[in-house]
């Protein structure tokens, strides 16, 4: 995680703006994630670059703590790896609070985020300004909260598809 290349993407407004919504598959259903690529662009680009080449496809959520948070996105399942760069904290960016429903990028330090990312099952103000949150489920989505809070250790990220609308 350290010493890595930091990753930018330089992708046009028009581009980013197709990265609207995350749809993640999990073996209890699906969690619905409006994405922020206005203030979070390079974090959303790298989210919905990974999701696209199938990264998340067939990975579990390695880290759940009831009452905290479900943590995906490790190739290994140890919580120590990812892809071969960083990216860079976007955390001075809009919408910065975790509340129930984010999702944000996890880290072992600054500007060591990779593939690594969480859900938060309650508000977690304790990590606002320390952990970029690149979206969120929306406050009417009943359904991806029931499936947000149905979510245990091990429970599969079946795939990750990068939507410009919901369907």
Same mark, same amino acid.
């Given at each position: 995680?350290?010493?890595?290349? +930091?990753?930018?993407?330089? #992708?046009?407004? !028009?581009? /980013?703006?197709?990265?609207?919504?995350?749809?993640?598959?999990?073996?209890?259903?699906?969690? &619905?994630?409006? #994405?922020?690529?206005?203030?979070?662009?390079?974090?959303?680009?790298?989210?919905? %670059? +990974? %999701?696209?080449?199938? $990264?998340?496809?067939? +990975?579990?959520?390695?880290?759940?703590?009831?009452?905290?948070?479900?943590?995906? @996105?490790?190739? *290994? @399942?140890?919580?120590?790896?990812?892809?071969? &760069?960083?990216?860079?904290? !976007?955390?001075?960016?809009?919408?910065?609070?975790?509340?129930? @429903?984010?999702?944000?990028?996890?880290?072992?330090?600054?500007?060591?985020?990779?593939?690594?990312? $969480?859900? =938060? $099952?309650?508000? =977690?103000?304790? #990590? *606002? @300004?320390?952990?970029?949150?690149?979206?969120?489920?929306?406050?009417?989505?009943?359904?991806?909260?029931?499936? /947000?809070?149905?979510?245990?250790? +091990?429970?599969?990220?079946?795939?990750?598809?990068? #939507?410009?609308?919901?369907?």
């Amino acid at each position: 995680m350290f010493g890595k290349k +930091l990753k930018e993407y330089s #992708l046009s407004k !028009e581009e /980013l703006s197709k990265f609207q919504y995350a749809k993640i598959t999990t073996s209890k259903g699906v969690i &619905w994630i409006k #994405l922020m690529p206005e203030s979070t662009p390079n974090t959303v680009a790298n989210f919905a %670059s +990974l %999701s696209n080449d199938t $990264f998340y496809d067939g +990975l579990n959520f390695h880290r759940v703590i009831d009452g905290f948070m479900a943590q995906g @996105g490790c190739p *290994d @399942g140890s919580g120590m790896s990812g892809p071969d &760069w960083n990216i860079a904290c !976007e955390t001075k960016s809009a919408n910065q609070v975790h509340k129930k @429903g984010s999702i944000s990028m996890a880290h072992a330090g600054p500007n060591t985020g990779g593939s690594q990312f $969480f859900l =938060c $099952f309650v508000p =977690c103000p304790h #990590l *606002d @300004g320390g952990h970029t949150v690149f979206g969120g489920i929306e406050a009417d989505d009943v359904k991806s909260f029931e499936v /947000l809070d149905s979510i245990r250790q +091990l429970d599969i990220i079946e795939t990750i598809e990068i #939507l410009e609308k919901k369907d």
